[in-house]
């Protein structure tokens, strides 16, 4: 927008934003509200036995940093709306323009204790190609982000009326991005029976009889190692310190991709009463390449993820296991 005889740009600053919003019209910014998660009562003794599950079997098999990962499921709106807004002062309940769009997809995030991020396994609902996003040719997302996450090897799946996880993905995801990205450690550590960790959260798939069953059968190298139930936000390291990085770094791309679309409909003179966004689902899928790209990018790095993995490694490895323990000697 453009103001005044010298045609210069207008541009409101936060911090006139932030008095006009108080002063003026007496709001202050709060966060949606909601039921806050509750540990469970024996929460300490859980995440300490699990802590020594890990400890003994790193020890047991002398597992490298790098062939220890956590995973995580976790879902995002197609509408990524913030969990802040502007309301009156003194109101109670707060709503968000957006949380109400149901639309979504899943996101299974993996990261290792040596600071790698894994490629991610986003799934959409739909049952056949048409409903995953197009990567090449006519009406496909940015190429940029296109060409990266083919790089990459991002793993696209659908799954029916529903965008979770089940049971056939998570095996998808254990065949084409978890076994892969060990095998090429086993390589590149010349250690080609090295048995690997994969510590994930109790959800009912991951410790069903069947998936367990069929990773002791396939893939019987890779140890699985359960988060206590409840103890996700505290103990999990993609919960502790990844997943909120990832979405900020989602929505600030999406809320980008929003600027450019309302300042092209706005150069043409519309009328900014009558500007109406594109909401249908195919050019948010699309989008959401660019989205899940700039996400990925914003937790790939080391520093980042090693910061989280030392959460972790200071539970597995906590003052009373020496670093004995870590060389092979057996936990005292």
């Avoid at 929003?258 to 043409?268: D, F, G, I, N, Q």
């Avoid at 899940?292 to 993995?309: F, H």
């Amino acid at each position: 927008m453009t103001v005044g005889n010298n045609r210069e740009p207008f541009q409101c600053s936060d911090t006139f934003i932030g008095r006009f919003v108080k002063h003026k019209v007496e709001w202050s910014k709060r966060k949606g509200t909601q039921a806050g998660q509750k540990l469970p009562a024996d929460a300490e003794d859980q995440m300490e036995a699990c802590a020594f599950q890990l400890a003994v079997a790193i020890a047991d098999h002398d597992i490298p940093d790098s062939c220890v990962v956590n995973g995580d499921q976790t879902g995002s709106t197609f509408t990524q709306s913030g969990r802040s807004t502007y309301v009156e002062t003194g109101t109670n309940q707060v709503t968000i323009v957006g949380k109400e769009d149901k639309r979504a997809f899943t996101i299974m995030v993996g990261i290792s204790m040596s600071g790698e991020v894994l490629p991610f396994q986003v799934i959409y609902v739909g049952s056949t190609s048409g409903s995953l996003p197009k990567l090449d040719g006519p009406g496909s997302a940015c190429k940029t982000a296109n060409d990266e996450v083919k790089h990459l090897k991002f793993r696209f799946e659908n799954e029916g009326k529903e965008h979770w996880s089940n049971m056939t993905t998570m095996k998808h995801y254990v065949a084409h991005i978890l076994s892969v990205y060990f095998g090429d450690q086993r390589t590149r550590l010349n250690r080609p029976n090295q048995v690997c960790l994969w510590m994930i959260d109790c959800w009912s798939v991951h410790r069903s009889q069947e998936f367990r069953g069929w990773m002791r059968d396939k893939y019987p190298w890779i140890l699985i190692r359960y988060v206590p139930g409840g103890c996700m936000g505290v103990f999990q390291p993609c919960d502790v310190g990844i997943q909120r990085i990832l979405k900020n770094a989602m929505q600030k791309a999406a809320l980008s991709h929003v600027v450019k679309e309302t300042v092209a409909h706005l150069s043409k003179n519309e009328n900014p009463g009558t500007t109406v966004l594109e909401k249908g689902i195919w050019e948010l899928r699309k989008c959401s390449v660019e989205w899940l790209m700039n996400g990925y990018k914003a937790i790939n790095d080391r520093d980042l993820v090693k910061k989280v993995s030392f959460f972790l490694d200071y539970l597995v490895f906590p003052c009373h296991v020496n670093a004995s323990c870590r060389r092979g000697s057996s936990v005292q």
